[in-house]
């Protein structure tokens, strides 16, 4: 756990985020007048990711799982709160208001009472019973059933999704174990989003926000204006029980309850949770929220035409809009989804920081860290050093992002990585740079999906761990998109933005314009493009087009093809 | 240096074998009746492969460029040879032939006397005035005007070639070497290959192979029976003037010599080399010959339709056959061109351990050393461990094995590597068994380009360092190519070859059947298919072979973007 205080006090106005990540859950407290960040810390969680066997089992779990402990949340929670609050110097009468917000979308099965169904030992040696994190990529044949069956209803979410509802997304994940486990389907008493089970367990009330039904569970906006959100709908009966049998009943069955909007309040913290925390029980509790959709607001982003990029494990591309329009490949544009008021549009690359770190974990070779020692520097100082050296072109490498598979455009996870051009006078820092740069054609390519269908984008912000500690990765950036980006000034953009919502929820502020005008510090550091290297990008990116429609939009795609095999030779053995 | 000797003692019917390569050379003194192997030793070149600066020079050679230095071959073949006659106790009577290989196409420009112009003050800051090593790449625009112009004008020597002169060859290099540096080619009284060049320093008469004149520059077999070596010849006056004017005078001028058969005496040893070598003066020294093409007799194979895989830091093939055929991408036909009397085809792969040595050096994470070391195991035994224990296509990983560019069938230098399918997952002994796949694919490439034109293959033989340390690699490429395969029982298989022909030129043998009968031990060791194994690998093949064409068979694959890319940013520096 690191944690990091202001010697300033604020009594009385301070607000807590909480923003639980891939990895660790951090806590922020922030005056909710000024925006002063007072305390911080993180917690990783103990099981971290759980790809390869579960807690006391010996078995190897199946390519592409990527599941949770959910007890892992409550115990870090309690560790980073009683942190802040003791390096804050801050007692529970401070805190006027708690936000959350979560990765998204991560999926669990519990009882009626909330209770994680993976923790009852009848249940804890079944992959199915474990929170589904976000990344958890086996559902791609579940996804191409929804698309395909949704496509031949005409079902309207269909259009809410860019044509191609994801694997990672909500009935993805329930298709899958009501396939492949479906005494687990049966056992379940709710589904329910991690984010919405954390306000849960905080406030006591199920209360599930429209941002997550809407951007993940195929909530639907209003069909007719000045429609109340009581009026929208899941899609119907019929399209679940067509999809499986045993869904048809689903949303009455394991998912309805409240829905509310951003910032409204879910409820008071419980008199036990206060308890464990440390903090008074009824303090407002924020709706829930999605972690990378709570960074718009922080960055100070309230209205159209400002793409957000929060920069991490992967990348989430968030844009308000004042109209409804239809972009390949989004992840979902849902009206009052991000700021209340506006549409909220999503679009997201399914792997960035995780695709670096995997370079760094399994692709750098020994002489480089020994190089890196020898001059006093770390390995990563050492190759972006090196990479930033390197012009646009001379490493003759070229590169797809799909390590993780393609989020945006295509919403694809059979997709998968690509390193072209390698010959044997190719080096680390260049592989590095190429990836760096693949994941930046990856982003252009989003853009332009945008506002090739007339979605404006004005201005690029740019948040989360990579834009605060990668220069070359966003100096790349502005190089290949040709504009120039906006870092956000916070270092923790997510856990502000939950703090935000939590002053909403606790009525500090009118809206999230005046919220974001109080709390949010103005950007300090823009980069701006070198147009002579765009020149050099538009020609790469003409390329990384080209391998992209050839491997990425083909039905027949050897991509797809290895993925077959490699499943066939799992399954043998 | 190393070295190792046998106690056997063979008096007066010892042959010295010199094997040139790409970084060493190494000398094998063997009973030339009993093929018994009595020491060897290996010497690496001071300066090795010279791709960075020029020795005394600070300026950054281009990119693809792949020199060496003259000197680094006698230094280094004076200390092999007076350390395997220490170790055997073998005095300079002893020694009866010496016969020598060296890698090819390698290219030096000397005065009349056959002194290197790198070495003369001049010149020694030019490139062009160096060696120039097989694998000096930048030469692909020279070749691919050279087979334009080849085919225009119907050239005979375009049929020989499989329709592409490389750019790695004879004069693609001379080529390069008259556009950028005139005045070397001006300067220079001859051009040679580095084999007959060390033929010349030993026995002081420039006396050249039929070997690298019919496999590397163009000369060519007779069109009419029955035709002696003076009557063929090289292309026209008329054909290389219109290539360039200044070269319209080339063979006259820079190369014209005795053209003599392999195993042909092409003079004895100088007093001045005899002094140095601690050998007598007058010892017969064989015509110079090909690194790979000594290892077919020293694999016992003197008969048609055995493939001899020399796997090494390239792959060459080598195949006998009665009679002519056109087959794409083989780098050449040759009549006695291999083993006297039937026609020698070669076909080879640029980069292959080569490859691996690449990925060795800079693709293994420092975790992996790590893990070895804790196992005390090797690096490379742990990743072979690892690699053997997946099955075909459980990896998900499919590569194009063209790091170093590739040689058959497609003959381009400007192609480079791929590797698809990677994930979060994907771990470096997967990249390493993608990578070895990938070589056996070339392989199957290359087979099925001779077995679709009629020139029967029933037998693989494997030579070279790969074949005797790498038992995955094998069996791979058995799976990969559905045939058993055979390893040479020497192991030193190309040093062997050249005693072989020592020992022909000292008129020990009647012939290289008699020479193989007496000399060559048999294969002990066979790797057989896995049927299972064949099947997925035949699936996985037709994905490599689409990727193949995809990217090697189009005038506008991003492979040839991406190196003009490179070109350019080098150009702009």
């Keep these: 756990m690191q944690s990091r205080s202001h010697t300033a006090r604020s009594s009385n106005r301070l607000v807590l985020g909480l923003d639980f990540g891939t990895l660790s859950v951090r806590a922020l407290l922030v005056d909710a007048h000024t925006g002063a960040e007072l305390a911080t810390a993180s917690s990783n969680y103990s099981h971290g990711v759980i790809d390869e066997k579960l807690p006391g089992s010996t078995r190897r779990l199946s390519p592409e799982t990527a599941l949770q402990h959910p007890g892992d949340y409550l115990e870090s929670m309690t560790e980073v709160v009683r942190r802040v609050m003791r390096a804050a110097k801050a007692g529970p009468e401070d805190i006027r208001g708690i936000g959350t917000d979560f990765t998204s979308c991560t999926v669990l099965p519990t009882t009626t009472d909330g209770s994680p169904l993976c923790l009852a030992p009848r249940w804890r040696n079944n992959p199915h019973a474990w929170v589904k994190l976000w990344k958890h990529h086996s559902a791609q044949a579940e996804a191409d059933d929804i698309n395909t069956l949704g496509a031949r209803r005409s ?74 959100p009581a009026e929208w709908a899941y899609p119907s009966r019929t399209f679940f029980a067509a999809l499986h049998p045993a869904l048809a009943n689903v949303v009455e069955d394991k998912l309805d309850a409240p829905l509310i909007h951003l910032g409204a309040k879910a409820g008071g913290l419980t008199p036990g949770m206060a308890r ?95 190089e890196a ?45 690509l390193l072209l051009g390698a010959t044997l006078g190719t080096r680390p820092h260049e592989i590095y740079r190429a990836l760096i740069e693949a994941t930046a054609f990856g982003t252009r390519k989003i853009i332009e999906a945008f506002t090739s269908k007339g979605v404006a984008i004005t201005e690029l ?53 005046a919220a974001a005008r109080r709390m949010v510090r103005p950007s300090t550091q823009t980069y701006r493009p070198n147009p002579i290297y765009k020149r050099t990008y538009d020609r790469l990116y003409t390329e990384y087009s080209r391998l992209h429609d050839h491997f990425g939009r083909t039905a027949d795609s050897p991509m797809k093809v290895l993925r077959q095999l490699r499943a066939e030779a799992f399954r043998s053995r």
Aim: aromatic residues 8%; contains cysteine.
């Design 155 to 228: 079902e309207l979410f269909c259009r809410s999704y860019g044509g191609r509802y994801s694997s990672e997304w909500f009935f993805s994940k329930l298709l899958e174990t009501v396939r492949h486990a479906p005494a687990v389907y049966r056992a379940a008493d709710r589904f329910i989003e991690a984010g919405d089970w954390i306000v849960w367990q905080l406030c006591g009330e199920e209360r599930r926000c429209i941002s997550a039904a809407g951007f993940k569970a195929m909530w639907l906006y209003p069909t007719r204006s000045k429609s109340t």
């Design 461 to 513: 912000h740019a948040c989360g761990g990579l834009a605060q500690r990668n220069p070359l990765l966003l100096q790349i950036y502005a190089d290949v998109t040709g504009r120039p980006i906006r870092v956000a000034a916070s270092e923790q953009t997510c856990a502000l933005g939950a703090a935000m919502h939590g002053a909403l929820a606790a009525g500090l502020h009118a809206d999230m314009k």
């Design 373 to 417: 020692k020898r001059a006093g520097t770390s390995v990563y100082q050492l190759l972006e050093t090196r990479a930033a050296a390197l012009r646009p072109g001379e490493s003759g490498l070229l590169a797809l992002d799909w390590w993780n598979g393609c989020r945006s455009v295509l919403m694809d996870s059979d997709l998968s990585g």
């Design 276 to 370: 464990r925390l440390g903090l008074r029980a009824g303090t407002p509790v924020s709706a829930g929220n999605i972690d990378a959709h709570v960074a718009v607001p922080a960055c100070g982003v309230t209205t159209p035409g400002k793409l957000v990029m929060i920069l991490g494990t992967s990348t989430c591309h968030l844009l308000l809009g004042e109209e409804r329009r239809e972009v390949e490949g989004m992840c979902g544009v849902v009206r009052d989804g991000v700021v209340n008021g506006l549409w909220g549009y999503e679009a997201g690359q399914a792997g960035v920081g995780d695709l670096f770190a995997w370079y760094m974990a399994h692709g750098i070779p020994a002489s480089i860290a020994a």
